[in-house]
């Protein structure tokens, strides 16, 4: 196996400063609905880092469920994540589409969203998504996959006859980017990137990158 002769030329597309919206959030959101148009794999998958107990970067794919003041995602408060998030509520996000060659990187605070909010979105998932949030005590050690299917069953039991109802260690994150880089593959590896930074009277400050 020889890794480093693995190459791909991009060239589908170019990123034009002049032609990008003064909003990183509405360009984000241009190039999302770009992304579904091309039934890009997993489109709303990302890569969201966040700083380990121990100091050291810790990163998993979870997936974007609401792009509003910021980008929203649901998982276990008491997770790993959770617990970093807690301890230090800094992050960044990577989205990567390689149908169209490009790639986002956000970096920002974050905070929970609404127990409303996320009430509504626990109530849109399927039952066995809603089953799921209960059943999982995420990140923390298990004997066996048994252990965790009796876990299920026992759930599962408990909700047999009465609606399910949202777990108070399960909720929505809001990321707040405080910056955000669109990359576009180019040839020779000469790649096109934009930054968006936020100023202090909250307007956004686009930058040209060298790649």
């Not at 020889?2 to 791909?8: F, G, V």
């Not at 959101?29 to 969201?48: P, R, Y």
């Not at 299920?152 to 009465?162: G, H, M």
């Amino acid at each position: 196996m020889n890794i480093s002769a693995i190459r791909k030329d991009y060239s589908l597309k170019t990123l034009e400063i002049s032609s990008l919206n003064t909003d990183p959030l509405q360009q984000f959101k241009v190039w999302l609905q770009e992304a579904i148009n091309a039934e890009a794999l997993e489109v709303n998958a990302m890569t969201l880092a966040t700083i380990g107990l121990d100091g050291m970067p810790s990163g998993r794919i979870v997936l974007l469920k609401e792009v509003d003041t910021g980008f929203v995602f649901y998982t276990n408060y008491e997770s790993q994540k959770g617990k970093e998030i807690e301890n230090n509520p800094v992050c960044s996000l990577t989205f990567f589409w390689p149908e169209l060659e490009r790639q986002v990187r956000i970096k920002g605070n974050i905070e929970k969203v609404s127990a409303q909010e996320s009430d509504e979105y626990f109530l849109s998932r399927p039952v066995g998504s809603q089953i799921g949030a209960w059943t999982s005590p995420q990140s923390q050690k298990i004997s066996s996959r048994e252990e965790l299917l009796s876990r299920q069953a026992t759930i599962e039991k408990q909700f047999e006859n009465s609606p399910i109802t949202r777990p108070p260690h399960w909720g929505g994150y809001r990321v707040i980017p405080s910056t955000v880089e669109f990359w576009q593959g180019r040839p020779s590896r000469l790649h096109d990137r934009v930054r968006y930074q936020a100023s202090e009277n909250g307007n956004w400050e686009l930058s040209i990158l060298a790649p």
